[in-house]
């Protein structure tokens, strides 16, 4: 009985995966700097997975940054990229990894335009094209929103940017598995991905460069991954995200397609019941639902569902313990009393609907 529906904040890792992560732990170690066979081992693969994550994202491998975690990657996406004087726009309803860079960038001289989603939870490219001015370096959009599971039409502003010589980057971290993610559509120089949130170890990150493009480096050291990430590589975690990637890719349709069997099924359920709820965004990728529930009593909801040894969010797992309420929420202009009715249940690979089914049920019995 699977009992974890908060897949959005962090999936439990791949039986494969961990193989591999058991296995190799053992038996690699070498420096991949090191020109012996041992390093040579090490740098084989760290090289294999980056032809992995290039495939599954439709790249050349050399593109493909290996960095500690989806957090940085935006971090160096966005400080290697903006100096003094020039503009930054991105949404409202970002990261924390995005939005708590720009007090450091204001510092830094540069201005900041903050678009508003719509009420649906969509940025809207035309937004974004009225804040592009003559100073105006790189724009930011997430590709789906980590709270709402909004996905936004990333390839359209991608676009829009690069008739307008601008730089695009997106925190793509929510999309890996979830929508397919192919680079030779649109016009996007620079993407984040978290191996954590596609069924890889904790601790490992990629950072997608488009070449041609043009990043100074943040961080100093050996040189590793183009000057952008330096210090000795975590081969093993790097080798677990290649290989996460490479699985997510080859069984995308037949996991799509479940996710959203599974979607459904939930939202059948709630239908055919009693129980008064709002869902929160639309165009939504499958598995992730932000739900309202009218009749629940915020915070007691959750502990009881713990208590059950079951676990659903109340937004967002990515501010260290915070419980401020839902950013994303108060961006789309909903109201306080409702943002506290409001829980994120997020499905993936290892749901099965008997698993929806006992979540639902304890809903229902939880906001009697």
């Known amino acids: ?7 959005c904040a962090t999936t439990p890792i ?22 012996h066979g041992f390093g040579q081992k090490s740098k084989a693969i760290i ?47 970002e990261h ?18 903050l678009i508003k989603p719509n009420k649906d ?28 599971g909004t996905i936004n039409p990333i390839n359209e502003i991608s676009d829009i940017t690069n008739e307008h010589g601008v730089l695009f980057h997106t925190d793509a971290v929510q999309a890996m598995g979830k929508v397919v993610i192919d680079m030779q559509k649109g016009n996007i120089n620079l993407m984040s991905l978290s191996g954590h949130k ?42 677990a995200i290649g290989l996460a990637a490479k699985i997510c890719h080859e069984n995308f349709n037949s996991h799509i397609s479940k996710i959203k069997e599974l979607d459904d099924y939930f939202i059948q359920l709630l239908n055919d019941s009693k129980i008064e709820y709002i869902i929160n965004g639309s165009n939504r990728a499958p598995g992730i639902l932000n739900i309202s529930l009218l009749n ?11 208590r059950k040894g079951y676990a659903i969010s109340a937004g967002s797992a ?38 929806i089914k006992n979540l639902f049920e304890l809903i229902k019995k939880s906001i009697k």
Not at 1 to 7: E, G, K, L
């Open 1 to 7: 009985m699977n009992r974890y529906f908060d897949i």
């Open 14 to 35: 791949d039986a494969k995966v961990l193989s591999f992560l058991n296995e190799e732990s053992k038996n690699v170690f070498g420096n991949p700097s090191s020109i």
């Open 47 to 93: 090289e294999r997975a980056r032809i992995n994550v290039a495939k599954s994202i439709n790249c050349i491998p050399s593109e493909i940054i290996f960095t500690s975690g989806g957090s940085i990657s935006n971090n160096i996406a966005l400080m290697g990229t903006l100096k003094k004087g020039d503009h930054f726009i991105t949404s409202s309803y």
């Open 96 to 113: 924390p990894a995005i939005l708590n860079v720009i007090p450091f960038l204001k510092k830094t001289g540069v201005s900041i335009s």
């Open 121 to 148: 939870g969509l940025v809207e490219p035309l937004k974004i094209k009225n804040e592009i001015n003559s100073k105006t370096k790189l724009v930011s959009i997430m590709h789906i929103n980590n709270e709402i």
């Open 198 to 239: 596609f069924y890889a170890p904790k601790g490992v990150g990629i950072l997608y460069v488009k070449d041609g493009t043009h990043i100074e480096p943040t961080l100093f050291g050996g040189g590793q991954e183009s000057d952008l990430f330096p210090g000795t590589e975590n081969i093993v975690n790097i080798g």
């Open 296 to 306: 629940s009593k915020s915070t007691a909801f959750i502990i009881n569902l713990d």
């Open 318 to 355: 990515c501010a260290s313990g915070a419980n401020k309420g839902s950013h994303t929420l108060r961006e789309l202009g909903i109201k306080s009393q409702l943002i506290e009715k409001s829980y994120r249940i997020s499905f993936g690979k290892l749901h099965t609907k008997t698993d």
